[in-house]
């Protein structure tokens, strides 16, 4: 369980620092120990939003609605810093930027690196 953060963007490049900065903006920071999900066909975070939202905001997941999370340095990234990766994330267009909270339950995959996991947005 942890706080849900949505960053509707638009295009289809990496979510950028830009990105975060015009969320912050419009929502207050988003809260330690949350998880940021990306509303937009985006491939993922860059590098420096990503060092961002591990070191300053402490979040322990970073999702996508694409299918899958590309290989890169910042998917890298978060992974070495404990942090998790979420793809093909649906229905985020239904959950509001802020305010709610998410339960990832993942399923038991002995020996497993990654696997399928239900979301659930808790919507007040």
Do not use: W
């Amino acid at each position: 369980m942890a706080p849900l953060a949505i960053i509707h963007v638009s295009g289809s490049g990496p979510v950028a620092m830009a990105d975060i900065v015009e969320y912050e903006r419009n929502n207050g920071h988003i809260p330690t120990g949350a998880v940021v999900m990306a509303r937009s066909q985006a491939d993922g975070f860059s590098e420096d939003a990503v060092k961002f939202l591990v070191h300053a905001r402490n979040v322990i997941g970073i999702g996508v609605q694409r299918q899958e999370t590309p290989d890169s340095e910042a998917c890298s990234y978060v992974l070495s810093h404990s942090a998790y990766l979420l793809s093909n994330v649906a229905n985020l267009e239904k959950v509001p930027a802020t305010g709610s909270m998410v339960m990832v339950a993942p399923s038991k995959l002995h020996g497993a690196a990654n696997g399928p996991v239900r979301i659930l947005a808790l919507v007040r």
